[in-house]
């Protein structure tokens, strides 16, 4: 690919993710680099999202790295276009100076400039990419992270209404903001209020425990009768397949 994500073209040494699936990704994401005096530098890197759409990163003109977000027609989104960071040795991210070597699994994130502030808008994490979905109101609370060609977890935002009545009969009703995170693997999920603090999971077993007045979480039950917004799941009715444990 050239600057503009266009394809590959020599002198370049492709690597991909799926040629090392030690330290890759199966997917298609890979990377390109220039050979000089005898070493290898990255100059392009290509990270597969889902649906056939990817984020490419380039070095630019001045040794600035760029990335941008691509449909599977690989047609570039002007929206998606960030500037990268690298992680360097020291742990502190930086451009990518020409010269300046980094791996391939190196952490990157991608960030925009918006009222004289970085704004991360995505980055690596353990390999993974991960997008935050709306950085302007949440910030790094919602996003989605891709591994395998697919969304390998996410975690959204849920609103619930609690409506309590005083005793003169006046009620009051306050909106609330939940986060659910879900990965697809084992379905496993967890909701967690805007503090973290845990509310209810789903683990590997299958069953939901949901945190109660005195902060246990006694077994709800088989998600298949549970939903994880609902504040009391139905298979809360279900003794046989509860359990109880601590949040």
């Not at 984020?55 to 691509?70: L, M, N, P, T």
């Not at 047609?75 to 960071?85: C, I, Q, S, Y």
């Not at 930086?94 to 960030?111: F, V």
């Not at 925009?112 to 109101?137: A, L, Q, W």
């Amino acid at each position: 690919m050239n600057d503009s994500g266009g394809p590959r073209v020599p002198p370049c040494m492709g690597g991909s993710g799926r040629n090392t699936p030690r330290t890759g990704a199966w997917d298609d994401s890979f990377a390109d680099f220039e050979a000089h005096g005898g070493l290898q530098f990255q100059i392009r890197d290509v990270r597969a999202l889902d649906k056939g759409t990817s984020i490419r990163a380039w070095r630019g003109a001045a040794d600035e790295w760029h990335s941008a977000k691509f449909d599977a027609k690989g047609d570039g989104d002007a929206a998606g276009t960030a500037f990268r960071d690298w992680k360097n040795a020291h742990g502190f991210f930086q451009g990518l100076p020409y010269g300046l070597r980094t791996p391939k699994a190196a952490d990157w994130r991608d960030y925009r400039m918006v009222d004289n502030e970085r704004v991360i808008v995505r980055e690596s994490i353990d390999g993974k990419v991960r997008v935050y979905t709306d950085p302007e109101h949440f910030g790094a609370d919602v996003w989605k992270e891709y591994d395998f060609g697919s969304v390998w977890r996410r975690r959204d935002s849920v609103a619930e209404r609690i409506t309590t009545t005083d005793a003169n009969g006046l009620a009051t009703t306050i909106q609330r903001t939940n986060f659910l995170e879900k990965e697809t693997f084992q379905k496993q999920w967890r909701l967690t209020d805007g503090a973290g603090n845990l509310l209810r999971y789903r683990g590997i077993r299958g069953v939901v425990m949901e945190k109660d007045t005195f902060s246990g979480c006694p077994g709800a039950g088989s998600t298949r009768a549970a939903s994880p917004t609902s504040r009391s799941p139905s298979a809360r009715s279900s003794p046989s397949t509860t359990s109880s444990t601590t949040c």
